[in-house]
């Protein structure tokens, strides 16, 4: 299978670090991505990782270990829109079949 | 540039009913996928369609089927529809030469059925 494990919710305080963990069995993903989801809102898309490593975007960062089936998602200087699921989603397959997490819902406090 | 739009924005239809969801993907993209989301749930593929054929598919009943126009365009049809098919349906738009962050969500149908 293709199990993909987030936390369900996680609450951070403005201006801080909060990191967003998700692991998922290691057969068949072509990288991971990781999505910013409001609430009755479409998806949007944060960032891809295809290789090991950390890759950095303004105040986001991912990193993917695919020998330990292993990201994270790390918010940095923490701002109040950014309250929001976050989804980890591994494409599968020749037309990258997306396979998502439950989503981690981030509440930012001042 | 209009990304992928979707229509109805809202459904409410009655258990039994059929419903059709409507997709049209961003300028430039030829592959759509469906999705389905329930409340507090992450997005569960449904199916994608690329060249008019439907090229991959979850694990969904044969109730749900799809189309492609050769517009790229993509319907999305639930016969026989149960009280658990109500969630919202999002569809997603890539190109076909797919490179890191392809995918392109539109804002999704929400359908309830009671």
């Known amino acids: 299978g293709q199990n993909i494990d987030q936390p369900t919710e996680m609450t951070a305080t403005e201006g801080a670090i909060v990191q967003i963990n998700c692991t998922y069995q290691?057969?068949?993903?072509?990288?991971l991505f990781w999505y910013q989801q409001h609430a009755g809102e479409a998806p949007t898309f944060l960032s891809y990782n295809v290789l090991d490593g950390l890759e950095e975007k303004g105040r986001f960062s991912s990193f993917l270990s695919r020998s330990k089936g292993y990201s994270y998602l790390l918010l940095k200087e923490l701002q109040m829109k950014d309250s929001a699921s976050y989804l980890c989603a591994g494409p599968l397959g020749a037309g990258n079949m997306l396979t998502f997490g439950g989503g981690t819902r981030l509440m930012v406090k001042p | 540039d209009a990304g992928v739009t979707q229509s109805p924005t809202h459904l409410i239809k009655t258990r039994g009913q059929q419903v059709t969801l409507r997709c049209s993907p961003k300028s430039g993209h030829d592959t759509v996928s469906w999705y389905q989301q329930a409340l507090g749930q992450g997005p569960q593929f449904i199916f994608q369609y690329y060249e008019e054929e439907e090229r991959q598919r979850g694990n969904f009943p044969d109730r749900f089927s799809g189309h492609q126009f050769p517009n790229y365009s993509s319907e999305l049809n639930v016969n026989a529809l149960l009280l658990g098919d109500s969630a919202l349906y999002l569809c997603?738009?890539?190109?076909?030469?797919?490179?890191?962050?392809?995918?392109?969500f539109g804002s999704g149908t929400r359908l309830t059925v009671v």
């Open positions: 290691t057969s068949g993903f072509n990288g």
């Open positions: 997603a738009s890539s190109p076909s030469d797919r490179g890191s962050g392809g995918y392109t």
